[in-house]
């Protein structure tokens, strides 16, 4: 297989991805709402719960609002209204036998509603039927307004300005491809077309449209400010830090920090993380902090250092990697593993460090040598994936694989191997020993960690088999998810075909490049 013909299959594939990313771009979906749980409120018989909607820029056209049901006691139906002014635009029906307790509940409107700002919009619950009992509704904790309660509301994201921007971009881009492709050489190529998808998924990807951005942000501002660990109150309020009340608005472009004026956040399921996670978007939020006290930009800024510093380490692993960097620049421009990567949740830097780090494993094996340089990177490398999280740390068995004759001797070799599994166990145990309180009161009742970790240990072999069967049994929605069945907080949705086109472009591509070895040599 001559480098021509790969060049032919790489450029089929990125004309397939074009087209994903213009489709995911012109269906788009998503909310800046806050939501987060406060009290119940029971509806009862006769009782009428009036929400009012603020004005959105772009049509809205799904509705969800936080529900929740007596498990033994529930019956009836609830009525949902949204009204115009004093006009009824839709009316929604909702069977309590179809209520998941403490999930959010859909409802489509048949056309999308473009809001007029001089008109008022509200939404009204009720429920007359003497039979409904057990259903209720949440106050939200996170509004000073004591009538607002948890609810989402959908914007179809059809601003002409950005499709025309996107669009652009991608003609540039794939014109560039066209021109220069035989001139430079394949990783050049690579380099600036991951640059240019990653700024265009940064661009159309609305701020803190991941799962628990809110939270990623509030973890890496409270790192930012020296605070490595987030502070122990009573059992009831793990995880909980005032920071200031200005974060809450990160969308808002209006919005000013002011370090007197704080509130009292909990964010139990981000604090887990150990400061090493938050590295980059902490390093983000100090420089901003010194150049600007405007909440969006400071966001902005984090979630930029963040996707810079993923891009470029990813790009160093495929320069690193002696074989299939095709392929690994392919994962790289999975969609789902694009918005990771420049997002502000951890999960695009332990990405980029485990590229990194099983890149240079393979590289040393391949030169059959190993500087002392080398062997402190290595270490290094499998310290921060260690204190990330424990699922990662088998990664740091990957030093096992350099054979002895890399190194000065066999002891040698025993003694660096030993030095960096047990100091990266040390330094994920250590964290997990301070964090050990945080992941017992997030979970849900009657699960017990110690217990599933006892059951780990005692039991590997049924352990593995359980994940297998985990992932056969979802096979399916994780090849669609990576594929850009659905992205942000897994709401919005590709349609079949564009989601098999790009699936069939990237199966082909691994093909070729899974064979690239044997065929060239």
């Given at each position: 297989?001559?480098?021509?013909?790969?060049?032919?299959?790489?450029?089929?594939?990125?004309?397939?991805?074009?087209?994903?990313?213009?489709?995911?771009?012109?269906?788009?979906?998503?909310?800046?709402?806050?939501?987060?749980?406060?009290?119940?409120?029971?509806?009862?018989n006769?009782?009428?719960?009036?929400q009012?909607?603020?004005?959105?820029?772009?049509?809205?056209?799904?509705?969800?609002?936080?529900?929740g049901?007596n498990?033994?006691?529930?019956?009836?139906?609830?009525?949902?209204?949204?009204?115009?002014?004093?006009?009824?635009?839709?009316?929604?029906?909702?069977?309590?036998?179809d209520?998941?307790?403490?999930?959010y509940?859909?409802?489509?409107?048949?056309?999308?509603l473009f809001?007029?700002?001089?008109?008022?919009?509200?939404?009204?619950?009720?429920n007359?039927?003497?039979?409904?009992?057990?259903?209720?509704?949440?106050?939200?904790?996170?509004?000073?307004?004591?009538?607002?309660?948890?609810?989402?509301?959908?914007?179809?994201?059809?601003n002409?300005?950005?499709k025309i921007?996107?669009?652009?971009t991608?003609?540039?881009?794939?014109?560039?491809?066209?021109?220069?492709?035989?001139?430079?050489?394949?990783?050049?190529?690579?380099?600036?077309?991951?640059?240019i998808?990653?700024?265009?998924f940064?661009?159309?990807f609305?701020?803190?449209?991941?799962?628990?951005a809110?939270?990623?942000f509030?973890?890496?501002?409270?790192?930012s400010?020296?605070?490595f660990?987030?502070?122990?109150?009573?059992?009831?309020?793990?995880g909980?830090?005032?920071?200031?009340?200005?974060?809450?608005?990160?969308?808002?472009?209006?919005?000013?920090?002011?370090?007197?004026d704080?509130?009292?956040?909990?964010?139990l399921?981000?604090?887990?993380?150990?400061?090493?996670?938050?590295?980059?978007q902490s390093i983000?939020?100090?420089?901003?902090?010194?150049?600007?006290?405007?909440?969006?930009?400071?966001f902005?800024?984090?979630?930029?250092?963040?996707?810079?510093?993923?891009i470029?380490?990813?790009?160093f692993?495929?320069?690193?990697?002696?074989?299939?960097?095709s392929?690994?620049?392919?994962?790289?421009m999975?969609?789902?593993?694009?918005?990771?990567l420049t997002?502000?949740?951890?999960?695009g830097?332990?990405?980029?460090?485990?590229?990194?780090?099983?890149?240079?494993i393979?590289?040393?094996?391949?030169?059959?040598?190993?500087y002392?340089?080398?062997?402190?990177?290595?270490?290094?490398?499998?310290?921060?994936?260690?204190?990330?999280?424990?699922?990662?740390l088998?990664?740091?068995?990957?030093?096992?694989?350099?054979?002895?004759s890399?190194?000065?001797s066999?002891?040698?070799?025993?003694?660096?191997?030993?030095?960096?599994?047990?100091?990266?166990?040390?330094f994920?145990?250590?964290?997990?020993?301070?964090?050990?309180s945080?992941?017992?009161?997030?979970?849900?009742?009657?699960?017990?960690?110690?217990?599933?970790?006892?059951?780990?240990?005692?039991?590997?072999?049924?352990?593995i088999?359980?994940?297998?069967?985990?992932f056969?049994?979802?096979?399916?929605?994780?090849?669609?998810?990576?594929i850009g069945?659905?992205?942000?907080?897994?709401?919005?949705?590709?349609?079949?075909?564009?989601?098999?086109?790009?699936?069939?472009?990237t199966?082909?591509?691994?093909?070729?490049?899974?064979?690239?070895?044997?065929?060239?040599?």
């Open positions: 297989m001559t480098f021509k013909t790969k060049k032919c299959d790489f450029l089929i594939f990125i004309i397939a991805y074009i087209l994903i990313i213009v489709y995911i771009n012109f269906s788009f979906t998503f909310t800046h709402d806050s939501n987060n749980k406060g009290n119940p409120i029971l509806i009862d006769n009782i009428q719960i009036n009012k909607l603020y004005f959105k820029n772009n049509p809205i056209f799904k509705i969800d609002i936080l529900l049901k498990e033994k006691y529930n019956s009836g139906k609830l009525i949902i209204y949204l009204f115009e002014n004093e006009k009824i635009v839709e009316k929604w029906e909702k069977n309590a036998s209520i998941r307790n403490n999930e509940a859909s409802f489509l409107l048949s056309q999308p809001m007029k700002f001089e008109k008022k919009y509200n939404i009204i619950i009720e007359k039927d003497k039979n409904t009992r057990g259903i209720y509704l949440y106050k939200n904790s996170n509004i000073n307004n004591e009538d607002d309660i948890c609810i989402k509301v959908w914007e179809e994201n059809i002409k300005k950005n921007l996107i669009l652009f991608m003609s540039f881009v794939l014109l560039i491809f066209l021109l220069y492709i035989l001139k430079y050489n394949l990783f050049i190529s690579m380099s600036f077309l991951l640059f998808f990653s700024t265009i940064f661009y159309i609305p701020l803190g449209v991941e799962p628990d809110m939270n990623h509030l973890r890496a501002y409270e790192i400010e020296g605070k660990i987030t502070p122990k109150k009573d059992i009831g309020k793990l909980v830090d005032y920071l200031p009340k200005a974060l809450e608005k990160y969308y808002d472009s209006e919005s000013t920090i002011d370090t007197k704080l509130k009292e956040y909990s964010f399921n981000t604090a887990v993380y150990s400061p090493i996670s938050y590295l980059p983000g939020i100090t420089i901003a902090k010194n150049f600007t006290n405007k909440t969006k930009n400071i902005y800024f984090s979630r930029g250092i963040a996707s810079i510093t993923n470029l380490v990813c790009l692993a495929i320069y690193l990697i002696p074989y299939y960097k392929l690994c620049f392919v994962i790289l999975f969609p789902m593993t694009l918005e990771l997002s502000i949740s951890p999960d830097w332990i990405i980029s460090l485990i590229y990194l780090y099983t890149s240079l393979i590289y040393i094996i391949k030169k059959r040598h190993l002392n340089k080398q062997i402190i990177g290595i270490i290094i490398i499998s310290w921060l994936i260690s204190l990330n999280k424990i699922v990662y088998p990664f740091s068995l990957l030093i096992l694989l350099i054979p002895y890399c190194f000065k066999k002891k040698n070799s025993k003694f660096i191997k030993l030095i960096s599994i047990i100091t990266s166990c040390l994920n145990f250590t964290w997990l020993f301070i964090a050990k945080y992941l017992a009161s997030g979970l849900p009742a009657g699960v017990n960690s110690q217990m599933q970790l006892h059951f780990i240990i005692s039991e590997p072999l049924q352990y088999n359980t994940i297998c069967l985990t056969l049994t979802n096979f399916e929605t994780y090849i669609v998810q990576m069945g659905s992205l942000g907080s897994f709401i919005a949705p590709t349609t079949a075909f564009s989601s098999m086109t790009a699936f069939s472009a199966i082909g591509m691994a093909w070729i490049f899974i064979f690239d070895y044997f065929l060239v040599n």
